[in-house]
């Protein structure tokens, strides 16, 4: 019985395969990611990679001691399970556990990168280790002697996307003779060698993406949790407080009532304040007697006074008959 119930668990090759299969559905699925039954499938296909990583390492499949040479062609293939991992994790779409997310990809990525580079299937230049990356603040502008080096970042991911969609056509032409079981040894190791490649390219180009996000997303955990980032403020401006400018008291008891909320003063009242001031126009530039200002004062109350009671044109005898 016990017999039987081994042979009805999937091994290794059926857990990579389906895991695998896993995320091409989940990257050509027309529906949305954060759907249930997607986020179910991406749930389904990390178990079963995860379940064939820890298989991989009772095996102990690989050594730090061995060359690529002699990792055997059926087993080449187990050295992508970090990349997958890392693909499939970044599916997830619950953003309260977002930064784990990414925190767990970039950690695959990496260690997917270290293997690849340990067995010289490619000498690119690792990133920076996790805390070394995503701490630069967001939209920061470059200084000027990291131009040149963003201008060789810049020629690199063009030279790394070529290379890539190169790899993407010799592994079409390839993928239907090893999927079909009529490919040899070498043509089996060549392919996912090329596959090894390939996926070199991609966690490249996820990590760069990680540590374009994480920032953002510590950020908005520092919020969530009460935090308060340190910008600085200005100071408050105090708040402009309109007037009405009335003739005289009677006239800003008046308005006073009707708009309470406005501060009311007489003529007589804005032109000692502004005389106080200094801030009248005349002031400064001719100095006149007490007596001069205070006829002029007079003179312009009794002429407002006038109009108050004759209608404007009253006394205009001209053109009349």
């Given at each position: 019985?016990?017999?039987?119930?081994?042979?009805?668990?999937?091994?290794?090759?059926?857990?990579?395969?389906?895991?695998?299969?896993?995320?091409?559905?989940?990257?050509?699925?027309?529906?949305?990611?954060?759907?249930?039954?997607?986020?179910?499938?991406?749930?389904?296909?990390?178990?079963?990679?995860?379940?064939?990583?820890?298989?991989?390492?009772?095996?102990?499949?690989?050594?730090?001691?061995?060359?690529?040479?002699?990792?055997?062609?059926?087993?080449?293939?187990?050295?992508?399970?970090?990349?997958?991992?890392?693909?499939?994790?970044?599916k997830q779409t619950d953003l309260s556990k977002r930064l784990q997310h990414l925190e767990i990809?970039?950690?695959?990525?990496?260690?997917?990168?270290?293997?690849?580079?340990?067995?010289?299937?490619?000498?690119?230049?690792?990133?920076?280790?996790?805390?070394?990356?995503?701490?630069?603040?967001?939209?920061?502008?470059?200084?000027?002697?990291?131009?040149?080096?963003?201008?060789?970042?810049?020629?690199?991911?063009?030279?790394?996307?070529?290379?890539?969609?190169?790899?993407?056509?010799?592994?079409?032409?390839?993928?239907?003779?090893?999927?079909?079981?009529?490919?040899?040894?070498?043509?089996?190791?060549?392919?996912?060698?090329?596959?090894?490649?390939?996926?070199?390219?991609?966690?490249?180009?996820?990590?760069?993406?990680?540590?374009?996000?994480?920032?953002?997303?510590?950020?908005?955990?520092?919020?969530?949790?009460?935090?308060?980032?340190?910008?600085?403020?200005?100071?408050?401006?105090?708040?402009?407080?309109?007037?009405?400018?009335?003739?005289?008291?009677?006239?800003?008891?008046?308005?006073?009532?009707?708009?309470?909320?406005?501060?009311?003063?007489?003529?007589?009242?804005?032109?000692?304040?502004?005389?106080?001031?200094?801030?009248?126009?005349?002031?400064?530039?001719?100095?006149?007697?007490?007596?001069?200002?205070?006829?002029?004062?007079?003179?312009?109350?009794?002429?407002?006074?006038?109009?108050?009671?004759?209608?404007?044109?009253?006394?205009?005898?001209?053109?009349?008959?």
């Amino acid at each position: 019985m016990a017999a039987d119930q081994d042979s009805e668990l999937p091994n290794l090759s059926e857990l990579l395969e389906k895991g695998w299969l896993i995320l091409e559905e989940v990257e050509g699925a027309s529906g949305a990611m954060g759907a249930r039954e997607v986020q179910d499938k991406v749930k389904r296909g990390l178990g079963m990679l995860e379940q064939a990583t820890r298989m991989v390492t009772q095996l102990d499949l690989f050594s730090g001691n061995e060359d690529l040479e002699e990792i055997p062609s059926a087993d080449v293939r187990f050295l992508l399970l970090p990349a997958l991992l890392g693909a499939l994790t970044l599916k997830q779409t619950d953003l309260s556990k977002r930064l784990q997310h990414l925190e767990i990809a970039r950690v695959y990525f990496m260690d997917f990168l270290k293997r690849c580079r340990s067995y010289k299937v490619s000498n690119v230049t690792l990133p920076p280790e996790h805390g070394e990356a995503g701490q630069e603040t967001p939209n920061v502008r470059p200084a000027p002697s990291n131009l040149t080096a963003m201008a060789v970042q810049r020629q690199a991911k063009i030279e790394r996307y070529k290379q890539r969609k190169t790899l993407e056509g010799k592994l079409s032409a390839m993928k239907e003779a090893v999927k079909s079981g009529s490919a040899d040894e070498e043509q089996i190791r060549e392919f996912y060698l090329l596959q090894l490649q390939h996926w070199v390219c991609i966690a490249l180009e996820e990590l760069e993406s990680i540590d374009q996000e994480l920032p953002m997303v510590r950020a908005r955990e520092i919020i969530k949790k009460g935090g308060e980032l340190s910008q600085p403020r200005q100071p408050a401006r105090p708040p402009m407080k309109p007037f009405i400018l009335t003739r005289d008291a009677l006239q800003s008891k008046v308005f006073g009532a009707g708009y309470p909320s406005l501060p009311t003063m007489t003529v007589d009242d804005w032109y000692e304040q502004h005389l106080s001031k200094g801030v009248l126009p005349d002031q400064g530039v001719h100095s006149k007697p007490t007596g001069t200002t205070t006829q002029c004062v007079h003179k312009a109350r009794n002429w407002d006074n006038w109009r108050d009671t004759h209608p404007r044109g009253y006394g205009n005898r001209k053109n009349m008959g």
